[in-house]
């Protein structure tokens, strides 16, 4: 569902660091395409690269098409070339609080939220250094496409940016910036980029100064706003199944009314100059978790230095065979490591992180963590672990490009850049980058005197990297004209009827339990992708008594070794196959999760099961394991939603002692990590796993008939040592209570409230519930939640609820929950609780009316045809459908169920089970600076 309007930093230096797509270069005017639009009066035609095609409006708006039939979807990403680095002295944090207001509304449309859930549109924004963007996802529906497309040449222009409205969102933007400070690593980060630039704007937190968002004048804001949201200014992304024609037509019907303003853009030409010796900064802050960073100046994107540097970053930051891993990690004198290189239109850092215990030897490992990064002249990188590197991002880019909606959002950054082909260039630059070119810019840019760390020292004699100036887009694209488009994938309908006629299931008679049980739907899809996914059952709750800690580190155990393989050769061979993989299990399942091609899948599967039969069980990764998690645990101690949740859970737990479910707070988590045996992990693997019982979803470009052999070789013979029960679960009375709980030092609060219901989903009210709590809470920004606390309120960044209803084969589980969570200031949460009070009385009192049930209904219906698009979604409920011996026609009954609600019957049954009177709520934050706590124990 729709989230709210957020800001997102450019590629934060993370830990552990996912890989990001590097996007820079530039190439030439390329082929026309057979699917090409002729352009309407007043456009014009630009480059097509490998199936995307640009068109140009007489008022400067670049369009992007990239038509895609074999999803059923359509992603609009309107990207504009401003972000925190356009802002000038007292204006930090204004293009991000733009980006919030752009949802206020204009004169003729007054509600955009609410617009867009009546649509089933999932939407959200993101602002970062170089651009904004808005971006929106739905079902293919050329009405919908031509309201959206309506909607943003409006607020493009006519966006009301009303001072009522800056006075409310200025609030919620302060809670969202007060939630980033509960980070030490964000805000390490951002105290590491402020210090390694003096005068460039990409030294500036793209949430902006306290003090400048809390105080911007209306009339700066609007002055900004007609700045640099213009046509000119702006690149509207179209991908999925679309029609080029009618949709570039439409394209110009909407915008090219939207006049370019006779004022040029302007030119920021501030440039950072060549640092001039080591800088540090020190952040103190209560936390149990020691970090470290350096960051080093490098080109920008377009520079022909990025690819290399972007190798370099993967030979360093891989999890877990690069470089910082073995040294530090390996070594065990850190807990996690990270890496990012910046890509972006002015020169960037690249970045490692390090993450400690709060015991740990911070000087040995800042010694290791330099001598890893400036050490590579001493230890060269070699064409091994830049073969490995590269074969990591190239999967990378495959697996993105099947997605077409990815593909749309992840030009958002080439686009900042200065060109979307951008995108191209980087994928294919990465081709010719060798061992020489790594070593080469790892000698250029990772000196001490480029270094941004935690030590300053004079020297006589500094020395000063001259970062050398990037040639812009048009010349660094000069000649490139991109590889051949992707195949595309047929054009399937995601209706459940259709699902369930395209679906074989099959059962084979194992002789345990109820067999193995598969549910193929074979389809083509772009890029030959399959996804695979299993749950093997095993084990009751008898069995598992004292057992259930052994249970589960073995299941976290299964990808660090096994096979004969290390963990490093696990990874590398997965990615040889271009494959993503999980591996893993729990007390009373394992499973395999495997996203992969035709061609590679046979291998990847036996890959994946050799692994969850001969699992290695190594010891050193079992401490690297042990130390990990142990840190997670203690880094999290402290957090306001950590303490809030825990009591909540200590407070819900229906389980006797002994019980293999029963909850462990922290205490007892770390006790139980720090007493585990490896022999334990060994001996359940031995007593309990097995794959003759369970389910298997296999949906894609695959061979139904080879699949089903090869399952039944791998998995058939292989019988679990204790057969498997499911654990009941039925719904238990609590008292209410209300806490609040202590968090120093933490600028932002949270609130969980949670009542027990009983329910099933195969109760009669519960298709009303799901609508009930979809208007309470559940549909996003839009919802009466949402309108109240952020919207009309302005009192928290985030807030929203959730209804849990139970499962069962036998249909008589029905520990049902109902529960709402809120972010705020620490002062602000009493009155948080009060309006969550207020629209509970509300919602029974008064109830919900014919519009809103309309809305609520065609959002959720659109949900859930839009999540059917998604091969994952569909393995995942074809598997449940198994486990439950249901079919797709379950699925179709309920939404059939939603189309048929009256307004009576959802009053009825929210009558009958929101019982406000029944929720426990926790408050959790830093109420001592502020002087008092909320009321309550």
């Known amino acids: 569902m729709p989230v709210a309007p957020s800001r997102r930093p450019h590629r934060r230096l993370a830990l552990p660091l996912a890989l990001a797509l590097g996007l820079a270069g530039l190439g030439a005017h390329a082929l026309a395409y057979a699917d090409a639009a002729r352009p309407p009066q007043g456009t014009t035609a630009g480059p097509c690269v490998e199936g995307i095609c640009e068109y140009r409006l007489g008022n400067g708006l670049r369009v992007l098409l990239f038509p895609d039939a074999s999803r059923p979807t359509v992603t609009v990403n309107l990207v504009y070339a401003v972000g ?9 944090g204004m293009a991000h609080l733009l980006e919030h207001m752009l949802f206020k509304g204009t004169a003729t449309q007054r509600d955009i939220p609410a617009q867009m859930n009546k649509r089933g549109i999932d939407y959200n924004a993101t602002t970062a250094l170089d651009r904004t963007n808005y971006y929106a996802s739905f079902p293919a529906d050329e009405a919908t496409l031509d309201w959206l497309l309506g909607l943003e040449a409006d607020r493009m222009v006519n966006s009301t940016i009303a001072k ?92 090219a009314g939207v006049a370019k303003p006779a004022q040029p853009l302007p030119v920021f030409y501030t440039r950072e100059p060549a640092q001039d010796g080591e800088r540090e900064v020190t952040v103190r802050r209560v936390g149990d978790v020691r970090l470290l960073m350096a960051a080093y100046h490098t080109p920008a994107a377009t520079h022909a230095d990025a690819a290399a540097l972007q190798v370099l970053d993967d030979v360093l930051g891989h999890v ?15 807990e996690s490591i990270g890496s990012d290189s910046d890509s972006l239109r002015d020169p960037g850092l690249f970045g490692a992180q390090v993450a400690l215990a709060k015991g740990g030897d911070a000087a040995k490992a800042q010694q290791a963590l330099l001598a890893q990064l400036e050490g590579i002249a001493q230890r060269p990188v070699t064409a091994a672990e830049v073969d490995a590197a590269r074969q990591r991002l190239r999967n990378g880019y495959e697996l993105a490009y099947t997605n077409v909606s990815g ?35 790892a000698r250029t840019y990772l000196r001490a005197s480029n270094r941004t760390l935690g ?82 059952r095993f084990a009751d709750a008898d069995a598992l008594r004292g057992r259930e800690v052994a249970a589960t580190l073995a299941g976290a155990m299964l990808m660090r070794g096994g096979g004969g393989l290390s963990r490093e050769q696990i990874d590398a061979r997965f990615q040889a196959l271009k494959t993503a993989a999980r591996v893993g299990g729990g007390p009373q399942s394992a499973s395999i999760g495997l996203t992969t091609r035709r ?58 002692a002994g019980h293999p479910l029963r909850y462990r707070d922290l205490d007892e988590s770390l006790a139980a990590l720090k007493s585990a045996k490896l022999d334990d992990l060994r001996a359940f693997h031995r007593e309990f796993y097995g794959s003759a019982e369970g389910e298997i979803a296999v949906v894609g470009d695959f061979d139904p008939e080879a699949v089903k052999r090869q399952v039944q070789a791998l998995f058939a013979a292989w019988k679990p040592g204790h057969a498997y029960a499911p654990i009941a679960t039925a719904y238990t009375a609590v008292a ?120 609520a209904v065609s959002g959720l219906l659109t949900q859930r045809r839009q999540a059917r698009a998604s091969d994952g979604t569909v393995a995942g409920l074809l598997g449940r459908n198994l486990f439950f011996d ?43 600076a502020q002087g008092k706590a909320p009321a309550g124990k």
């Open 164 to 255: 009522a409205d800056l006075d409310s969102e200025m609030t919620v933007v302060r809670n969202e910036m007060e939630a980033g400070e509960n980070s030490p690593f964000r805000a390490l980060y951002e105290r590491v980029r402020a210090t390694a630039y003096l005068w460039h704007h990409y030294g500036q937190s793209t949430i902006g100064a306290r003090s400048d968002v809390e105080h911007v004048p209306i009339e700066r804001l609007r002055g900004y706003y007609r700045t640099w949201y213009r046509p000119d200014n702006a690149t509207l992304v179209i991908a999925g199944r679309i029609d080029p024609q009618r949709t570039l037509d439409a394209v110009a019907r909407r915008f």
């Open 599 to 656: 061609d590679q899948f046979a291998d990847a599967l036996a890959l994946a099961a050799k692994l969850l039969r001969e699992p290695a069980f190594p010891e050193g990764e079992f401490e690297q394991y042990r130390r990990q998690a142990i840190t997670g645990v203690e880094a999290s101690r402290q957090e306001p939603g950590t303490l809030a949740g825990q009591a909540m859970a200590r407070h819900f737990d229906p389980w006797p």
């Open 320 to 334: 877990p065979g690069g470089r910082l891993h073995k040294a530090l990690v390996e070594s065990g004198l850190a």
């Open 84 to 92: 925190s680095a356009q802002e000038n002295y007292g204006e930090t």
């Open 407 to 441: 593909v749309a959002l992840g030009l958002s950054d080439p686009i900042a850049v200065g060109d979307w082909r951008l995108y191209f260039q980087r994928r294919d630059a990465l081709e010719k980058v060798d061992a020489d070119a790594v070593n080469r810019v």
């Open 455 to 536: 030590r300053f020292e004079p020297s006589d004699a500094p020395e000063r990297v001259e970062v050398p100036q990037a040639p812009d887009a048009a010349a660094a694209l000069q000649g490139y004209v991109g590889k051949a488009a992707v195949e595309a994938g047929e054009q399937f309908d995601p209706s459940p009827a259709n699902i369930q006629s395209r679906t074989q299931t099959v059962v084979i008679d194992t002789g345990v339990g109820r067999g193995l049980r598969l549910a193929l739907l074979p389809k083509k899809n772009r890029g030959n992708t399959v996804t695979f996914s299993a749950n093997f």
């Open 736 to 855: 209410p209570e209300r806490r609040a709980l202590e968090a120093p030092d933490k600028a932002n609060g949270v609130l969980l409230a949670r009542a027990n219901v009983s329910l099933k989903e195969t109760d009669a009210d519960y298709p009303a519930l799901v609508v009930a709590n979809y208007i309470l809470g559940g549909g996003g920004m839009k919802s009466r939640l949402s309108d109240r606390i952020r919207q009309k309120d302005g009192l928290s960044y985030g807030v929203g609820s959730d209804l849990d209803a139970d499962a069962s084969r036998d249909g008589r589980d029905d520990a049902g929950a109902w529960t709402v969570q809120a972010i705020a200031a620490p002062q602000n949460l009493d009155k948080v609780e009060a309006a969550m009070r207020e629209e509970f009385a509300r919602l029974i009192a008064a109830g919900v009316d014919a519009a809103e049930l309309r809305d």
């Open 886 to 928: 249901r079919t797709m026609q379950f699925s179709a009954d309920l939404d059939a169920k939603f189309k048929a609600l009256t307004v009576d019957a959802v009053n009825a049954a929210i009558r009958r089970h929101l019982k406000p009177a029944d929720f426990s709520v926790y408050l959790s934050g830093d109420f001592a």
